[in-house]
């Protein structure tokens, strides 16, 4: 059997009781570590920290290791039971899907233990979650690479008066350019993006000053207890010190009454 099991946004206590109960039964335990990350990824102690809340040694696994080398862990689920825990929900991003395609093809059993990810806890900041439209994610630029596209899921979310959700690049174990040509992978030390770096990379893209006085909403470290929300103009939020990983934005579209209520509390002026 495989769990894929969802351990919440903030730290080692967000995990349901589900979702330890299945850990507790698993031979082996697998952690995703690359499209989001818990608190234990930024601080030195946190790893030992869920071994010890969930009673088993964790192998903390890598995009390589989910994407290229999974069939070794779903061999396993085979004949054992195998956990394989995900960060906030385990469907919030595409490459856990895949993992079960896979685990399908291959016969392998599978139950899925749910938990909140950023895709709903985004509601904290009073926007309806039923206001958002498509969710996208803005890469971090380089000096010959400056993907834009995501800008016309934005401008299509604005026509329609809808919310958007931009979640922020992280990049952890990552190899150099350098290295990859020499054909000797080196690890680039791990960047997450922040709020500041994702408004200037919006403005480049739309290269309007009118946009830097578009509403939108800054949340850091959602779901965390020093989470931080702060609603104002680009230009605003682009003076606020959010402080450490991780950051998303939202950009505002068409409010609702109770909506700018919530809004008012978050804003700069207000705080």
Not at 20 to 26: D, V
Request: charged letters at 25%; hydrophobic letters at 40%.
């Amino acid at each position: 059997m495989l769990y894929i099991i969802g351990l919440g946004l903030g730290d080692e206590k967000d995990i349901t009781l589900r979702g330890l109960e299945a850990i507790k039964k698993c031979s082996k335990v697998y952690m995703e570590a690359y499209t989001s990350l818990l608190s234990f990824g930024i601080t030195s102690d946190g790893l030992s920290k869920l071994e010890k809340v969930y009673g088993r040694p964790i192998i903390v696994s890598d995009r390589e290791m989910v994407e290229e080398k999974a069939d070794d862990m779903l061999l396993e689920a085979q004949v054992s039971d195998v956990a394989f825990l995900v960060v906030g929900d385990p469907f919030g991003a595409t490459t856990h899907s895949d993992l079960v395609v896979r685990a399908k093809k291959l016969g392998v059993n599978i139950k899925v233990v749910h938990n909140a990810s950023v895709m709903n806890a985004i509601g904290v900041c009073g926007l309806q979650l039923y206001r958002y439209g498509e969710t996208i994610s803005i890469p971090f630029f380089t000096e010959t690479w400056k993907p834009d596209s995501f800008y016309d899921k934005i401008k299509r979310n604005r026509e329609l008066g809808l919310h958007t959700l931009c979640l922020l690049d992280i990049k952890v174990k990552e190899p150099s350019l350098e290295s990859l040509c020499r054909w000797k992978k080196v690890y680039e030390p791990p960047r997450f993006m922040t709020i500041n770096t994702a408004i200037e990379q919006l403005l480049e893209v739309v290269q309007n000053q009118h946009d830097s006085d578009t509403m939108c909403v800054g949340l850091a470290r959602v779901g965390c207890e020093d989470e931080m929300i702060v609603a104002g103009s680009m230009k605003q939020l682009l003076a606020i010190d959010f402080g450490p990983p991780l950051h998303c934005l939202v950009i505002v579209g068409d409010t609702h009454p109770v909506e700018q209520e919530m809004l008012h509390f978050y804003q700069i002026n207000n705080t």
